[in-house]
């Protein structure tokens, strides 16, 4: 089932993060807390644009739960959530 | 080159100082992202897909070996290593922090470069080609009248929030290799009729959503009346430009909304008003300016260099380097050398800091200290005397950057698309790494001949796919990467759009939808017929049906 969790970049570095259940910030998906589409999701996003010290600009994303975490269906999400494709050694997909 | 007086100087660091305490007041949370955005802004700082992204101005693509150096210092200090050239001219940094950029500011501003004019609706950066001041065919230096521009446009109160953003290009001859014809202002230097400077002003060109190749304002007027006739564009621009939808606020749709003759009436009795108002320069300060892009002093050398004839005949490929990226300069003797920044399967407009050292050392060593950006994402080292090509040559090699391909089909024009840019729709960069490999022969691309590639990841254009021989645009189709061809465009004298070839191809089958249209073309050409010439005499049915003819 798609659900929705919250990303958004770091103030103070860029770094894509995403909203966890405790309320703060994690730059791994996994941490990621989800909501169902809908109501949820909105309030869950509510959570997230609320910490404007923290973060720059929330929105919602789909994601679905697989067997090893979560996963991205948009290809513009798991670029971001990797780092550029064309440069397999920089970003997350990097650890740097 | 120009240097800053104090003026510019206290300008800058008023800038950098004002920036850091709006970063400050952002990070504390005295200002909002709201607040705190356009400011940003203003200062050349977006916030892209992976992290913020830091845009440096480079007025006119002219930079020295000093500013080189720092560029590539701050690319390591403060990025990842590296910088990224792009279709204006600038240099764009990938990864910097934040709280970092006031620091990057203050770095910028010790060589008297800054990220002003890089954002916002604001007139922008001022482009220029690339080899002015050493271009055979020119009749003065462009960068005169764009520093000229520069100044003027610089805080200029009136024109600080335009309908939109607002850019120039200038060329100093009839050559166009500033694509002068796909901006808001194209201006193209003349000889009036009695031997005065002059410019033939066109205006309302643009990419983007809405294509529009620029129509003549004015054919000719008066270098010394450029900026009073600049200013009243920019006025009827301002009044009448669309601030309703940001799809309509360019000044081409107001030409294409209006028609030029419109326009150009509007125009004309706005800089009746104005133009014995002294908005123009004096001629001594004109001259002012002049005198800092005085040509080096050159030494006089006559015929060709003996050893340099020698090195053509005895390493071959010296010789196909020479053949690609070495054109003639205006003084005898010397010559114009293009450094490209597309390696095969590489990413075009990158460079590594050891690269920008690199070419800052040749810069100061063999090229008058100076060094330029070209619009098609490569650096030229203007002032490059013939018997110092070869040196210069090996020492390319060594730092990886001596590919011989300027003009021929892997020196594609691509945008960042959607490996970093937060608007595109599909990926540039991996396109044109596909074709690029596809290509690498450099036989088969020198018999391929002149061929201007353009990859764009999203209808914004910055990758130029509308004035592309070859364009290729960027399509999100429920989530997945497609690609849709364009055939037969151009950015120079003969500027035209590019005509869609048919539905759009997935990421798997653009490269060899590209080789297709290549091959078409090679089986079909005249002798010695480009691939532009080709296409313009035979059409799109042709090229459609070798696409499409499985179907
Ligand atoms: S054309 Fe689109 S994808 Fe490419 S850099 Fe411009 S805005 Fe980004």
Redesign the interface.
């Known amino acids: 089932m798609t659900l929705s969790a919250v990303t958004a970049n770091r103030l103070d570095d860029g770094v894509v993060v995403y909203l966890t259940e405790a309320a703060g910030w994690s730059e791994n998906l996994n941490d990621a807390a989800r909501a169902e589409k809908g109501p949820a999701a909105d309030e869950l996003l509510a959570k997230g644009g609320a910490d404007f010290l923290a973060v720059v600009g929330p929105y919602l994303i789909d994601v679905v739960s697989a067997e090893n975490g979560l996963q991205l269906v948009n290809m513009r999400e798991t670029i971001r959530a990797a780092g550029p494709s064309v440069r397999t050694d920089l970003g997350k997909q990097a650890g740097n | 080159m120009y240097r800053y007086d104090e003026f510019d100087h206290k300008f800058v660091e008023q800038r950098v100082g004002q920036f850091r305490d709006q970063v400050a007041r952002?990070?504390s949370?005295d200002i909002?992202?709201e607040q705190f955005r356009p400011l940003r802004l203003m200062n050349g700082l977006y916030?892209?897909?992976?992290?913020?992204m830091l845009r440096v101005a480079i007025p006119y693509g002219t930079v020295s070996g000093a500013q080189m150096r720092k560029l590539a210092e701050i690319a390591r200090k403060f990025d990842?290593g590296y910088a990224h050239f792009t279709t204006r001219q600038n240099l764009q940094y990938n990864?910097?922090?934040?709280?970092d950029t006031p620091d990057i500011l203050a770095e910028l501003a010790s060589v008297e470069m800054h990220a002003i004019q890089t954002s916002g609706n604001c007139i922008r950066n001022v482009t220029a080609d690339q080899f002015a001041g050493a271009a055979a065919d020119e009749i003065e230096d462009p960068r005169i009248y764009a520093e000229i521009m520069r100044q003027w446009s610089t805080l200029h109160p009136e024109f600080s929030f335009l309908p939109r953003k607002f850019k120039i290009a200038v060329t100093g001859c009839e050559n166009d290799r500033a694509a002068v014809r796909v901006h808001d202002i194209g201006l193209i230097m003349k000889r009036g009729p009695s031997g005065e400077t002059g410019f033939e002003v066109l205006v309302g060109g643009g990419l983007g959503r809405t294509p529009m190749i620029a129509k003549t304002a004015r054919d000719f007027i008066g270098a010394d009346n450029l900026l009073s006739y600049l200013e009243a564009i920019l006025r009827v621009y301002n009044q009448w430009g669309r601030r309703d939808n940001i799809y309509k606020a360019r000044i081409k749709i107001l030409v294409h909304e209006l028609g030029i003759e419109d326009v150009v009436r509007r125009v004309d009795a706005e800089w009746a008003r104005i133009k014995d108002r002294s908005y123009d320069l004096p001629v001594a300060e004109r001259q002012r300016i002049a005198a800092y892009f005085a040509p080096p002093v050159f030494e006089q050398i006559s015929g060709d260099d003996p050893t340099h004839l020698e090195q053509i005949a005895a390493d071959p490929q010296f010789a196909n380097w020479v053949g690609t990226n070495v054109v003639a300069h205006k003084q005898a003797g010397y010559n114009i050398v293009t450094i490209s920044l597309k390696p095969i399967g590489g990413?075009p407009g990158d460079t590594e800091a050891d690269q920008m050292d690199a070419v800052a050392d040749l810069a100061e060593r063999y090229s008058a200290d100076e060094i330029r950006v070209s619009h098609e994402q490569n650096l030229v080292l203007p002032h490059v005397k013939q018997a110092d090509l070869y040196t210069v040559w090996q020492a390319l090699v060594k730092a990886d950057l001596a590919i011989g391909n300027i003009g021929l089909v892997t020196d594609m024009i691509t945008c960042p698309g959607?490996?970093?840019c937060n608007l595109?729709n599909a990926?540039s960069?991996?396109v044109a790494?596909m074709i690029s490999e596809r290509f690498a022969a450099l036989d088969r691309q020198l018999d391929i001949g002149p061929l201007k590639l353009k990859i764009s990841g999203c209808i914004n254009a910055c990758g130029h796919h509308h004035v592309g021989h070859i364009g290729i645009l960027g399509v999100d189709r429920r989530?997945?990467?497609y690609y849709q061809i364009s055939l037969g465009g151009s950015a120079e004298e003969d500027a035209c759009l590019g005509d869609i070839v048919g539905p759009s191809f997935d990421y798997d089958h653009v490269t060899g939808a590209v080789e297709t249209i290549i091959d078409t073309y090679v089986g079909n050409r005249h002798e010695g017929e480009t691939f532009l010439n080709m296409y313009r005499r035979v059409g799109i049915a042709q090229f459609k049906e070798a696409l499409y003819e499985t179907a």
């Not at chain 2, 916030?47 to 913020?52: F, M, T």
Request: net charge positive.
């Open positions: 952002r990070m949370g909002t992202e916030l892209q897909l992976h992290a913020y990842k990864w910097p922090a934040l709280k990413v959607l490996d970093y595109a990926r960069i991996p790494q989530g997945t990467e």
